[in-house]
């Protein structure tokens, strides 16, 4: 199964931007600690980052028939994006919405996410860590998937 992770605004800039609250890792290098855990564990995965809402929107759109799940760093489009809240909204596949900071110990308009209430769940906080979370949460969610489907063709063999 395939997860996409959707990286927003100035998450490029990892690494080099406020580092006393993202840190000194880089966007490359969470990535690939990532793609290590995803090939251990026989998923598959592919990573995009934009700076652009509507490049975002499409991108989840096209994990329509392509992917089955999403893990998504909004940045601060978390707190302002109704449309990016609809495009999830429509394609209804699993989402985990991702923060390195803990958006509920910093300034009030980052305390607002739009995007949560469409969501599978929320991880914020553990810095780099929050991808690793992610994706273990995502892999548990795709084993809850298969099972489902597994029993539905074992109930239903012509389908
Ligand atoms: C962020 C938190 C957002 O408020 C901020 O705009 C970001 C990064 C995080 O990962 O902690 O760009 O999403």
Same mark, same amino acid.
């Given at each position: 199964?395939?997860?996409?992770?959707?990286?927003? +605004?100035?998450?490029?800039?990892?690494g080099i931007?406020?580092?006393?609250?993202?840190?000194?890792?880089?966007?490359?290098?969470?990535?690939?600690q990532m793609?290590?855990?995803?090939?251990?564990?026989?998923?598959?995965?592919?990573?995009?980052?934009?700076?652009?809402?509507?490049?975002?929107?499409?991108?989840?759109?096209?994990?329509?028939?392509?992917?089955?799940?999403?893990?998504?760093?909004?940045?601060?489009?978390?707190?302002?994006?109704?449309?990016?809240?609809?495009?999830?909204?429509?394609?209804?596949?699993?989402?985990?919405?991702?923060?390195?900071?803990?958006?509920?110990?910093?300034?009030?308009?980052?305390?607002?996410?739009?995007?949560?209430?469409?969501?599978?769940?929320?991880?914020?906080?553990?810095? +780099?860590?929050?991808?690793?979370?992610?994706?273990?949460?995502?892999?548990?969610?795709?084993?809850?998937?298969?099972?489902?489907?597994?029993?539905?063709?074992?109930?239903? +063999?012509?389908?």
């Open positions: 199964m395939k997860v996409m992770v959707i990286q927003g +605004p100035n998450l490029n800039m990892l931007r406020e580092q006393q609250i993202y840190g000194p890792m880089k966007l490359e290098d969470i990535h690939r793609k290590a855990f995803a090939d251990a564990n026989g998923m598959e995965i592919e990573f995009f980052q934009s700076n652009y809402e509507g490049e975002i929107i499409d991108k989840i759109q096209e994990c329509l028939g392509d992917a089955d799940g999403i893990i998504l760093n909004a940045g601060a489009y978390t707190h302002t994006s109704i449309a990016i809240r609809d495009a999830i909204a429509a394609v209804q596949l699993p989402t985990i919405e991702v923060h390195l900071s803990n958006i509920y110990r910093r300034e009030k308009f980052r305390q607002k996410s739009m995007i949560a209430p469409v969501c599978a769940g929320v991880i914020t906080g553990f810095g +780099p860590f929050s991808y690793h979370l992610a994706l273990v949460s995502m892999h548990q969610i795709f084993q809850e998937m298969q099972a489902i489907k597994a029993q539905q063709q074992a109930q239903n +063999p012509q389908s």
